[in-house]
Nanobody, 124 residues
Framework: QVRLVESGGGLVQAGGSLRLSCGASGRTFTLNAMGWFRQAPGKEREFVAAINRSGSRTLYPDSVKGRFTISRDNAKNTVYLQMNSLKFEDTAVYYC?????????????????WGQGTQVTVSS
């Protein structure tokens, strides 16, 4: 009933920037809480950013705070992740997630819908 599709991933040099997009379509309800997660090979999926419906509340882990910014354009049914000052350790598959709950959360299990993921590779 809901499809999330990420785009914008690719190869970027350390110190560079990249913007990921997550488009939602075919949904039967309004997605309220939205988030980004990432997973590197051999590692657990980790929280990257989250945002509520209005955009008034955002959450970030210390590892990306000050470098990454999550935003959304509800008229376009799109969520963005602006990534600046990229580091090698940011290399991972990035996933977009959403849920009808109004509660913004860092917990992956609280999100009911997920995208297919997009690869971000940071090189020297």
């Amino acid at each position: 009933q809901v499809r999330l599709v990420e785009s914008g991933g690719g190869l970027v040099q350390a110190g560079g920037s990249l913007r990921l997009s997550c488009g939602a379509s075919g949904r039967t309800f309004t997605l309220n809480a939205m988030g980004w997660f990432r997973q590197a090979p051999g590692k657990e999926r980790e929280f990257v950013a989250a945002i509520n419906r209005s955009g008034s509340r955002t959450l970030y882990p210390d590892s990306v705070k000050g470098r990454f910014t999550i935003s959304r354009d509800n008229a376009k049914n799109t969520v963005y992740l602006q990534m600046n000052s990229l580091k090698f350790e940011d290399t991972a598959v990035y996933y977009c997630a959403g849920d009808p709950s109004p509660l913004v959360t860092t917990e992956a299990s609280r999100y009911g819908y997920w995208g297919q993921g997009t690869q971000v590779t940071v090189s020297s």
